[in-house]
T-cell receptor, first 118, second 111 residues
Framework: DTAVSQTPKYLVTQMGNDKSIKCEQN?????MYWYKQDSKKFLKIMFS???????INETVPNRFSPKSPDKAHLNLHINSLELGDSAVYFC?????????????????FGPGTRLLVL | QKEVEQDPGPLSVPEGAIVSLNCTYS??????FMWYRQYSRKGPELLMY????GNKEDGRFTAQVDKSSKYISLFIRDSQPSDSATYLC???????????FGTGTRLQVFP
């Protein structure tokens, strides 16, 4: 029933490890996103994909690599984890822009993955 | 100057109070103005959106935009304990997916 789901919910790992977070949406949306929310609750976009094509790629270390096997899935792989990577990572999805112009593209967020790097 | 400024709070009000949450922004390219609500340990959910100056009402919630002053507000009437959450303002320019969020205001409504 869940619209946007993420696994795992919690991830505790050691510095230097490599980890992946998975995201799936069953809303039929074409666009998916990864956001990072830091300890001060600041939510910042990292990447967006439209139909498996990378659209937004913010200034993110190249240790972070998104991968979209199909338009319903967007995974995030993080290499060589650092203490500063500790945060909550949210996946989101939205429908494609309307033909009449830039209609609102409501972004639906997943429940988040809490990553703690020790 | 930060692109978006939002008072982090916390804001603590009694049940039934009128709550006013505000954000200022500096980017004139912002065309879409949104408020998201985020409950503790949950993802943000869209509460209100608008794309023009003026007021938009939805039940107990009113979103207000003043483009000339680059200022947006969210008013909550008859606040309820269930409104206790963090409220994030968000902005988007024309023809882009990218949302720019404020830092969020934590609201607590006590019975």
């Amino acid at each position: 029933d869940t619209a946007v789901s993420q696994t795992p919910k919690y991830l505790v790992t050691q510095m230097g490890n490599d980890k992946s977070i998975k995201c799936e949406q069953n809303l039929g949306h074409d666009t998916m996103y990864w956001y990072k929310q830091d300890s001060k609750k600041f939510l910042k976009i990292m990447f967006s994909y439209n139909n498996k094509e990378l659209i937004i790629n913010e200034t993110v270390p190249n240790r972070f690599s998104p991968k979209s096997p199909d338009k319903a899935h967007l995974n995030l792989h993080i290499n060589s984890l650092e203490l500063g990577d500790s945060a909550v990572y949210f996946c989101a999805s939205s429908p494609t822009l309307g033909l009449a112009g830039a209609k609102l593209k409501t972004q639906y967020f997943g429940p988040g993955t809490r990553l703690l790097v020790l | 100057q930060k692109e978006v400024e939002q008072d982090p709070g916390p804001l603590s009000v009694p049940e039934g109070a009128i709550v006013s949450l505000n954000c200022t922004y500096s980017n004139s390219a912002f065309q879409y103005f949104m408020w998201y609500r985020q409950y503790s340990r949950k993802g943000p959910e869209l509460l209100m959106y608008t794309y023009s100056s003026g007021n938009k009402e939805d039940g107990r919630f009113t979103a207000q935009v003043d483009k000339s002053s680059k200022y947006i507000s969210l008013f909550i009437r008859d606040s309820q304990p269930s409104d206790s959450a963090t409220y994030l303002c968000a902005f988007r320019s024309y023809n882009t997916d990218k949302l720019i969020f404020g830092t969020g205001t934590r609201l607590q409504v006590f019975p």
